[in-house]
Each structure stands twice: as C-alpha cells, then as structure tokens.
C-alpha cells in the first residue's frame, strides 16, 4: 500500500509537469488543441485519486497516511547542499480534502476557459500545470521551508495568471497582489530563518514538539511567529491585510477569478494555518490569538464592505475575506470540533464561491457587465444562472439545509464551547449582513424590475452550464449528507 501511495502522490506532483512537457513539445497546433482537455484529465484525475484515498480512510478507520519520499532534513545547510532535500510528505485527511478542493475548482476553470483564444489556452493550461503542482505540494509538505518553496510556486504562477491577457486591469491587479505577497514571503522565510536559529529544525513535527514540552520558549519564538502570521494573514487575504485581494479578482479573466476565488487564496494561506493550526502551533497561544482576533475582524468586515460594492466580482471578493475569517476561527479556537468545522467549509467555500464567480462569468458573457446597478429581471431569462446563484449564495450565508450552514454551525459551536462567547456572537450575527448582500444581488440582478435592453439575453450553455450543475449539487448534496460526514469523523475519533 506504501508504494502505491508512493506513486499516486508522486503523480500528484509529477503529472501536472509531464502535461506541460507533452503539450509543448509537440507542435503548436496539436499542443494548442490538447491543452485544455489535458487539464481536464488531470483536474479529474485528481478528484478520482483523492477520493478514493478519502475511501481507503473510511475503509480503515485511520486519520492519516504518512509515509517518506527521499529523506527527511531538518537544516538549512543540509537543504542548501541537497537538490532533493526535504522531501517528506504527510498525507491526511486535511490534505485529501483540499487536493478534492483544488481537483473540482481546476476542472471549472478550464470549463470556464473553454471558449479561450487557442494561444490563451496553451499558456493557461501550463500556469495552471505549475499552480495544481504548487497547491499539491502545500497540501502534502511536512516542514516550513518546502511550504514556503511550494507557497512560491503557487504564486508566481497565479501573479501571471492575473496578467494573462495583458490589460490595464489585469496588469495592476497582478502588480498588487505581487507587491503584497513579496512582502509576505520576506516576512515568512524570516520567520522560518529565526525559528530554524532558535530550534535547530524546521519540519512541524520538530517545532511541534518544542512548543508542547513546557520548556522556556526564547524571546526570537515571539518575533517568529510574529513574521509568519502576518505573512500568511497577507497571503489568506485576512484584514486589514486584505488590500489587494479585491483588485485581483475583480481584474483577473472569468477562468482565473475562479482558481483565484475557489482555491488558489485559500491554499496559499488559509490552508497554511490550518496546518500549522494543527501540526505545529497548536500550544502556542499568541499564534492562536492573533489569528482569532484576526479572523473576527475579516468576518465582520468583509460582510459590511460587500454591502458597498456595485461590481458582482468585488462583491464576492469582500465575501471571500468574511468567509476566510469563519475558516481561520474554526482552526484556531482550539477545538477538535472547530477544526473538523474549518476543513469542510474550506472545502464549502471553494464550492459556492467558484459557483458565484462562474455566475459573474456567465452574466458578463450574456449582459456585458458586471454592474449589478445595470442588471434586473435576469431570472427569466437565465434560470440555471438565476437558481444556482440563490442556492450558492443561501449556502455562503448558512441557511439550512445546505452545506455552508452545517460547516460554520460547527464554527460557532466549537468556538462558543471555547469559551469565546463574544467572538461567536459576532460570527452569528455578521451573517445577517452575509444575508443583506445575498438579498441585494437577487433583488438587482435576477428578480428585480426587468430591463428592456436584456430582453433578447439567453442563458449560456456549454462549460459555464455544466459548472453551474455540477457544483450546485455538490452543494445540495454535501448538506443532505452532512450527518454521516459528521459520523465519519466521529467514528475516528476526530470529534
């Protein structure tokens, strides 16, 4: 079983570089026409893959696989001198759930991509290889240092995804959200330089260990862990380091709004907390403080600011940053529960926004805007559109029965049962703003008074339809089953 885990998580790395030699190898015309659909067996490769890794869980009632690739380093001077150093790779059932996550998001970017210009599609089909390679490699990392290698990976690819089309808006988005993250990535490698000093390691097990033995923690721990959380708050997106976040969805092409929006932000930092929520940091008080109060901040900010926006992009981007603080709560408040509750509305999230920003994308290709001031009536017109956008946007505020209502159920549940009783009562009621910008998009887009100029509008067909279907009943299907995902966590004792 080892060896085949061995090669399956190899492809996971492996296969998204064999797709990018193949298609640019051959000549122009065939890798061109084979780019995107090699992205669709490789999105759904991964789906297949991980899901069945998610089965042999259940099968064997364990938490987690691990198992060694090459070697195992814990220094810097080792890492420097070694081409294939650090290579440790721990695969659990965070891991498994967020590979699903960046498999079904990949797949509805390139359906979302599939009227693309040829010469757009070969080069998105190789950015998105390094970006699923990237994302992958956060996923399954065992120590700090390959996490940032991998978080860098991640972005240099996702800064030119922005860019893709070279336009005004994109161009400035890419140069925010470059600018941002390269000052993240300082603060995080500093903070990994002054952690390897102090404690002459960096896999999390090792760290790990140091905060849970009691033993005097030096003054340098302190500054550490200062550096990495406002890094990877930078890179999750969390106010008040939130600034370029907006700019970068709104400016990105349909196809890259989606990776940007479902996964790539979450994987970039979101994830990197929960993991070192979990693995590393999980006795360190001011880790888990800062990040709650944080994650308070952006939940209640990024409600009332959606509120303010016109654009339907912005809009979900503003939601985005509200949604994060709700996964980040549920890492940090040091509960089994919150955790479990943080992983499924990651994986949630990534659901009904990538529904959301396929939404934006199919209104943008028909009515030419994304004004919702300009919008009204579109119901009638495009139905799918109109109902998987109403059944996303009742998830994203956590209205039962739906997926995005039992995920951040459990949020506020464990934080309350923490005894943060203030911050849970926040989260509660930052909902009802999560509500008023749902409420405000359908009354102007959908069913408000209809304009005359949208008469002949019809509702788009091909990839952005079947996107709509597709995660749509992921959504409506993760919330009816809820209860025996809640058992399948429960019988491992998880929960």
């Not at 932000?265 to 109060?293: C, E, H």
Request: hydrophobic share 55%; glycine share 8%; proline share 2%.
């Amino acid at each position: 079983m080892d060896n085949l885990l061995l090669i399956i998580t190899g492809s996971w790395i492996a296969l998204p570089l064999l797709v990018i030699l193949i298609c640019n190898l051959l000549d122009k015309k065939t890798g061109k026409s084979w780019a995107l659909p090699a992205a669709i067996v490789v999105s759904i490769g991964q789906m297949i893959t991980t899901g069945l890794g998610l089965l042999q869980l259940g099968l064997t009632k364990s938490g987690f696989i691990n198992f060694t690739i090459f070697w195992n380093v814990n220094d810097f001077e080792e890492i420097a001198r070694s081409a294939w150093a650090s290579a440790f790779f721990s695969v659990d059932t965070l891991s498994l759930v967020v590979m699903f996550a960046i498999g079904m998001v990949s797949l509805i970017s390139v359906l979302t991509a599939k009227k693309m210009n040829p010469d757009k599609a070969l080069n998105f089909t190789n950015l998105l290889m390094v970006l699923i390679m990237g994302m992958n490699g956060l996923a399954m990392v065992a120590d700090l240092f390959s996490l940032y290698v991998f978080l860098e990976i991640t972005g240099v690819a996702s800064f030119i995804l922005i860019a893709l089309y070279k336009d005004k808006k994109g161009l400035e988005g890419s140069f925010k959200y470059l600018i941002m993250s390269a000052m993240a990535s300082a603060m995080i490698l500093a903070g990994i330089a002054i952690m390897n000093a102090v404690t002459g390691g960096v896999t999390f097990s090792h760290i790990s260990g140091l905060f849970a033995s009691g033993s005097s923690l030096h003054t340098f721990h302190a500054i550490s862990l200062v550096l990495l959380v406002a890094g990877i708050a930078i890179k999750a997106g969390l106010a008040p380091f939130h600034g370029w976040l907006p700019d970068a969805y709104e400016s990105a092409p349909a196809s890259v709004s989606v990776l940007l929006g479902g996964i790539v932000t979450k994987m970039a930092g979101v994830y990197a907390i929960l993991r070192l929520a979990q693995d590393v940091f999980i006795n360190a008080k001011g880790f888990n403080y800062s990040l709650l109060l944080l994650a308070t901040v952006s939940i209640v900010y990024g409600a009332v600011a959606a509120l303010k926006q016109k654009d339907f992009k912005r809009i979900l981007a503003y939601s985005s940053i509200s949604q994060i603080g709700y996964i980040v709560l549920g890492a940090v408040c040091g509960s089994p529960l919150g955790f479990i509750g943080a992983m499924l509305h990651f994986f949630n999230h990534a659901t009904f926004k990538s529904t959301l920003f396929v939404n934006s994308a199919a209104l943008e290709s028909q009515v030419k805007t994304r004004n919702i001031e300009e919008m009204g009536g579109l119901a009638k017109q495009m139905p799918l559109t109109g109902t998987s956008s109403v059944l996303a946007l009742l998830s994203t505020a956590g209205i039962p029965p739906l997926a995005g209502f039992w995920s951040k159920l459990l949020i506020i549940i464990a934080v309350w049962q923490t005894g943060h009783s203030l911050i849970a009562g926040i989260a509660v009621f930052a909902s009802v703003f999560t509500l008023a910008y749902f409420l405000m998009i359908q009354r102007k887009v959908f069913y408000g008074p209809a304009e005359e100029k949208f008469a002949g509008v019809r509702e788009v067909k091909g990839g952005l339809a079947v996107s709509q279907v597709m995660l749509s009943v992921i959504t409506v299907v993760m919330g009816i089953i809820f209860p025996l995902v809640l058992l399948f966590f429960q019988t491992r004792g998880m929960i």
